[in-house]
């Protein structure tokens, strides 16, 4: 079974990379549509609470070691996660207080595995969820999911560089071709979710993409036709 699963994930590879590649701009749409709604006025608790944290990130918490700790941990128990479903054994997961750790598993890993922490903003979706039991006046839910959103955020995009031995274990030129579509659209469900909407509400919103995809592909087909009869 789990040889069945890597070969699946493997000849998935490189034909979910074309999609993501070439699905990129629709993926920019859909996820604007998604925070044009954010843009009124009435919203600015939501916006308040997303710049407070970016500000803290950047004068104070960078620079302390429980913070990026917080983020690791998500970060090393999605490698943890992606590789239990997928049947690898993990032998250890560690994460240090300066923030640094790593997951040990037994090889051969995927792409899926090693990517994983790199889009999905697993502690974002859940603690959406659970902020909407809490039962917090309407401006202070507002404030806190803006501020929970910034700094899963910053959380990523720290984590986004170059020198990540991830990127070279998946192939660098896949994670060009697949993580900023993915990225776009795990946070574009967690956009989806901040409005107010279920998990139910996410497939409408990668279906959304999907006709995106296909629209584009159209209009790229007919002028590539239209170009090469004229």
Same mark, same amino acid.
């Given at each position: 079974?789990?040889?069945?699963?890597?070969?699946?994930?493997?000849?998935?590879?490189?034909?979910? +990379?074309?999609?993501?590649?070439?699905?990129?701009?629709?993926?920019?749409?859909?996820?604007? *549509?998604?925070?044009?709604?954010?843009?009124?006025?009435?919203?600015?608790?939501?916006?308040?609470?997303f710049a407070g944290?970016?500000?803290?990130?950047?004068?104070?918490?960078?620079?302390?070691?429980?913070?990026?700790?917080?983020?690791?941990?998500?970060?090393?128990?999605?490698?943890?996660?992606?590789?239990?479903?997928?049947?690898?054994?993990?032998?250890e997961l560690k994460?240090?207080?300066?923030?640094? $750790?790593?997951?040990?598993?037994?090889?051969? +890993?995927?792409w899926l595995l090693?990517?994983?922490?790199?889009?999905?903003?697993?502690?974002?979706?859940?603690?959406? $969820?659970?902020?909407?039991?809490?039962?917090?006046?309407?401006?202070?839910?507002?404030?806190?999911?803006?501020?929970?959103?910034?700094?899963?955020?910053?959380?990523?995009?720290?984590?986004?560089?170059?020198?990540?031995?991830?990127?070279?274990?998946?192939?660098?030129?896949?994670?060009?071709?697949?993580?900023?579509?993915?990225?776009?659209?795990?946070?574009?469900?967690?956009?989806?979710?901040?409005? $107010?909407?279920?998990?139910?509400?996410?497939? *409408?919103?990668?279906?959304?993409?999907?006709?995106?995809?296909? *629209?584009?592909?159209?209009?790229?087909?007919?002028?590539?036709?239209?170009?090469?009869?004229?």
């Open positions: 079974m789990r040889r069945f699963l890597r070969l699946g994930l493997q000849g998935l590879r490189w034909p979910l +990379g074309m999609v993501t590649l070439f699905g990129l701009p629709a993926a920019l749409r859909v996820i604007w *549509n998604e925070i044009h709604p954010l843009m009124r006025t009435d919203q600015w608790p939501f916006w308040a609470g944290i970016l500000i803290l990130w950047a004068l104070w918490w960078r620079h302390i070691r429980w913070a990026r700790f917080i983020t690791t941990i998500e970060h090393e128990s999605l490698h943890a996660i992606v590789g239990m479903l997928t049947l690898i054994p993990v032998r994460v240090r207080e300066d923030g640094s $750790g790593h997951v040990l598993f037994e090889p051969p +890993g995927h090693y990517l994983a922490p790199y889009f999905i903003p697993l502690l974002l979706l859940i603690e959406i $969820g659970l902020t909407g039991l809490m039962g917090l006046p309407e401006w202070a839910e507002r404030g806190l999911l803006g501020a929970l959103l910034g700094l899963s955020l910053v959380g990523h995009l720290r984590q986004i560089h170059p020198r990540q031995t991830d990127f070279r274990h998946a192939g660098r030129a896949y994670t060009i071709a697949f993580l900023p579509t993915a990225f776009l659209l795990a946070y574009g469900a967690a956009f989806t979710m901040l409005q $107010g909407g279920q998990l139910g509400a996410i497939p *409408n919103f990668l279906g959304a993409w999907g006709e995106g995809v296909l *629209n584009d592909a159209q209009w790229a087909w007919h002028h590539l036709h239209h170009w090469w009869n004229s």
